[in-house]
């Protein structure tokens, strides 16, 4: 059973940046895909980033493109995001997520997720 815990959230201006964490627990962490989304209020949750170890891929979402970066330690059991250059659209609750397999964008595709964390952006 694959359990997820995120936290580092917070409040931060607009350009700043913040690095969000999942620490996983379970069975062969280092062979999911680990993705990051979020959902902002009365939004749908969207995808962000995912990490795939064993196929060495990675993908952003184009919102996020060149502002965040994905990243795992396999030795800690943690995933990362780091958000630099936030903008007010940024804010919304970010969850941690995984899956077997190779890297998905869509939400269905991922079966085992985190509480969230909050991430606000003030103008």
């Known amino acids: 059973q694959v359990q997820l815990v995120e936290s580092g959230g917070g409040l931060v201006q607009a350009g700043g940046s913040l690095r969000i964490s999942c620490a996983t627990s379970?069975?062969?962490?280092?062979?999911?895909?680990m993705g990051w989304f979020r959902q902002a209020p009365g939004k749908e949750r969207e995808f962000v980033a995912a990490?795939?170890?064993?196929?060495?891929?990675?993908y952003y979402a184009d919102s996020v493109k060149g502002r965040f970066t994905i990243s795992r330690d396999n030795n800690k059991n943690t995933v990362y995001l780091q958000m630099n250059s936030l903008k007010p659209e940024d804010t919304a609750v970010y969850y941690c997520?995984?899956?077997?397999?190779?890297?998905?964008?869509?939400?269905?595709?991922?079966?085992?997720w985190g509480q969230g964390t909050q991430v606000t952006v003030s103008s």
């Open positions: 379970g069975p062969t962490f280092s062979s999911y895909t």
């Open positions: 997520a995984a899956r077997p397999g190779g890297v998905k964008p869509t939400r269905h595709d991922y079966g085992y």
């Open positions: 990490f795939s170890w064993s196929a060495g891929t990675t």
